[in-house]
Nanobody, 116 residues
Framework: QVQLVESGGGLVQPGGSLRLSCAAS????????LNWYRQAPGKERELVAT????????DHADSVKGRFTITRDNAKNTMYLQMNSLKPEDTAVYYC?????????WGQGTQVTVSS
């Protein structure tokens, strides 16, 4: 079955950096586009970034453009989100996701807290 496991979250000061990872299994990783989403307390889940199956095209939400970078390593079945210049408003649970065979799958999420 599809499994997505996020890691790398934590507490960081404003202006700091974190690198999230998403380890995937149970499907043909290199043939699917992947996404990072986030959900802050009291807010709806929002799309943060998307990467195509081969990693040759990416898209980032305006709120993170220039600060976050989505990448993937198909040899390792892993996706990443490099987050720089973090702001308090980036505080959220971050989820990796794949849409496969008419169903969206989610990981369990990893908490990112940006605070001094």
């Amino acid at each position: 079955q599809v499994q997505l496991v996020e890691s790398g979250g934590g507490l960081v000061q404003p202006g700091g950096s974190l690198r999230l990872s998403c380890a995937a299994s149970g499907f043909s990783f290199s043939t699917y586009a992947l996404n990072w989403y986030r959900q802050a307390p009291g807010k709806e889940r929002e799309l943060v970034a998307t990467i195509t199956s081969l990693g040759d095209n990416t898209d980032h939400a305006d709120s993170v453009k220039g600060r976050f970078t989505i990448t993937r390593d198909n040899a390792k079945n892993t996706m990443y989100l490099q987050m720089n210049s973090l702001k308090p408003e980036d505080t959220a649970v971050y989820y990796c996701s794949v849409y496969r065979l008419l169903r969206r799958y989610w990981g369990q999420g990893t908490q990112v807290t940006v605070s001094s």
